[in-house]
């Protein structure tokens, strides 16, 4: 019986990763409405991979210390209503009224400029490298310039890795992000399904990143921003922090000299250097402003 259960452990542990993803996009093409309507195509994937990342949190735990208490659960559970649901849709809605008026006023030939012909897996994986190469370059800027350091360093105030933490982002951060990840994508007027996939698979991957499963990439950590290497980027340590930028791959940081991944040993100490950074949702808001509050 245990042994079953040592060989089950392990099953998940290789297999759990293949599996989402795979689950994620076969949900999203077979809950698409013929109305062009991708909300429900885009929420369920990634509730239903949700469900699976909590329940191996639960059956192959990385570290027993991580386990969230009622103040993580109340200043992340912020975090998603605030910056990671209501500002997105006010960003979209902005984005819509101005952004893309003003554009489409300009009259350009912006069909020509992106491959509406390829399929839609070329697309896709297209879309991923450039939106993750804008974001590396914010990502690793944001850890060397400290106006930017001083807004990513609310991302950085996790102490402990779980699955709802990936929501951590100041709202400014977020609307910077906002503008490499979607908007490039809706003045080249890609269509919704490519992006709403965009947004399922990067999704996932996210909750993948921060959860505090066991999970095991092998080769596939020379391909995404994984779980494994992610950790290392919220290391205490700079020389080990300053590390795997990337969001969805970790390609651009292969070809960077960023790749960090050190077989022989975990991390150790999560979080920045300063020990009274603010670790409630107000004081964050805040602590971009304030001075000295952390070192890049
Ligand atoms: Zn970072």
Redo the contacts with the bound molecule.
């Keep these: 019986m245990k042994s079953f259960l040592v060989t089950f452990q392990n099953v998940v542990r290789w297999g759990i990763y293949p599996l989402a993803m795979t689950l994620a996009t076969v949900l999203f093409f077979q809950l698409q409405t013929s109305d062009g309507n991708f909300l429900l195509a885009t929420v369920l994937p990634v509730w239903a991979c949700l469900a699976l990342i909590i329940w191996a949190e639960w059956f192959i735990p990385f570290q027993s210390e991580w386990k969230p208490k009622w103040q993580d659960w109340k200043l992340d559970g912020t975090y998603v209503i605030f910056i990671q649901t209501i500002l997105p849709q006010v960003l979209t809605w902005l984005s819509a009224l101005f952004v893309l008026r003003w554009w489409s006023g300009l009259d350009l030939p912006i069909h020509q400029w992106w491959p509406h012909h390829w399929s839609i897996g070329w697309q896709e994986i297209s879309v991923i490298l450039i939106s993750d190469l804008l974001r590396y370059g914010l990502?690793r800027l944001?850890?060397t310039w400290t106006p930017l350091w001083k807004l990513?360093a609310v991302?950085?105030s996790v102490l402990k890795m779980y699955w709802l933490n990936t929501a951590r982002f100041h709202p400014v951060e977020k609307s910077l992000q906002f503008l490499m990840d979607v908007l490039p994508f809706m003045l080249l007027g890609i269509s919704e399904e490519v992006i709403a996939l965009h947004l399922v698979l990067y999704g996932v991957n996210g909750f993948f990143q921060h959860c505090n499963a066991d999970v095991r990439f092998g080769w596939l950590n020379y391909i995404v921003s994984s779980t494994e290497l992610h950790r290392w980027?919220h290391s205490q340590h700079a020389k080990e922090s300053n590390n795997n930028?990337g969001n969805n791959v970790i390609v651009w940081d292969l070809l960077f000299g960023t790749f960090y991944w050190p077989k022989d040993r975990s991390v150790t100490t999560l979080g920045l250097q300063n020990p009274t950074y603010p670790q409630r949702f107000w004081g964050q808001m805040k602590a971009p402003v304030q001075q000295d509050i952390d070192v890049t």
């Design positions: 990502h944001s850890h990513h991302h950085h980027h930028y």
